[in-house]
């Protein structure tokens, strides 16, 4: 694999809350164009990893260099969507009224923006439910709102934790096919789940539990080396449960 097709380097990466290590010496590369899912029980700091890749937090130890940049560096927003695993929406404003409010952050012109925004919506399914005030949207369409602000600027690599919490099956896959649809278009994609059958979708895995990484590496690869027939098994076989 040539450098050229690695866009996140993560390397020993340490970190520790009041004495608590929460993450121990990360090594972890992701190539262009691929659907990496970090996979872990809630706890094995999963979050606490993305909020490190993205910037917003600051290392004990080691470093992330995103495009041969290391984070945090400012030129990087306009490369990353973040979308966090609590939505981060102003509930009295519509939808439209929030993804006006990103767009602008982000630097997208008027024109544009009511076009992207368009689009954004459309991808997530709520293009019906652009006037709606955000306070009267469910659990999953608030989830679905804050995927279609991540999208707003067309970023090249897409963090995305826990994107589908709250998502009935049948959108869950619709998102999914969203996932496949960008990664054609050559987005890199970090996504946190703890639910096997995602796993199970992503190019490759990364396993966290305890604030380690203990496996990398395809669903199927992982499945050889542990000889076990799924994500489930394999995560108990690497856990050590
Ligand atoms: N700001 C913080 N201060 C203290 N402890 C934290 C903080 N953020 C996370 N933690 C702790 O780090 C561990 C990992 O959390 P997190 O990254 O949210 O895990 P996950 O996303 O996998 O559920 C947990 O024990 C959590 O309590
Ligand atoms: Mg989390």
Redesign the pocket.
């Known amino acids: 694999m040539s450098s050229n097709s690695v866009c996140v380097f993560v390397e020993n990466l340490a970190k520790s809350?009041?004495q608590?290590a929460?993450l121990c010496d990360i090594d972890l590369s992701l190539n262009r164009g691929e659907v990496f899912g970090l996979l872990?029980?809630?706890?094995?700091?999963?979050?606490?990893?993305v909020r490190h890749i993205t910037g917003l937090e600051t290392p004990d130890a080691g470093e992330v260099i995103i495009s041969g940049k290391k984070v945090p560096d400012l030129s990087l927003l306009s490369e990353i969507g973040y979308m966090a695993?609590s939505d981060a929406l102003y509930e009295d404003l519509t939808a439209k009224e929030n993804l006006e409010f990103f767009a602008s952050l982000y630097g997208l012109g008027k024109k544009q923006q009511t076009a992207r925004i368009q689009e954004v919506m459309k991808i997530v399914r709520l293009s019906g439910d652009l006037n709606k005030p955000v306070k009267n949207f469910s659990g999953g369409m608030k989830r679905r709102l804050s995927l279609a602000i991540a999208l707003l600027h067309e970023p090249r690599l897409l963090i995305l934790?826990e994107p589908t919490v709250g998502i009935d099956p049948v959108l869950r896959k619709s998102i999914w096919e969203v996932f496949s649809q960008l990664q054609e278009s050559g987005v890199t994609i970090l996504v946190?789940t703890h639910v096997m059958d995602e796993a199970a979708k992503c190019d490759r895995l990364g396993l966290?539990q305890n604030?380690g990484l203990i496996a990398v590496g395809t669903p199927d690869d992982l499945k050889s080396r542990t000889k076990t027939h799924s994500i489930e098994d394999v995560f108990l076989t690497f856990g050590g449960a």
């Open positions: 809350y009041k608590h929460v872990g029980p809630s706890g094995s700091g999963k979050t606490t990893l695993q934790d946190t966290i604030g």
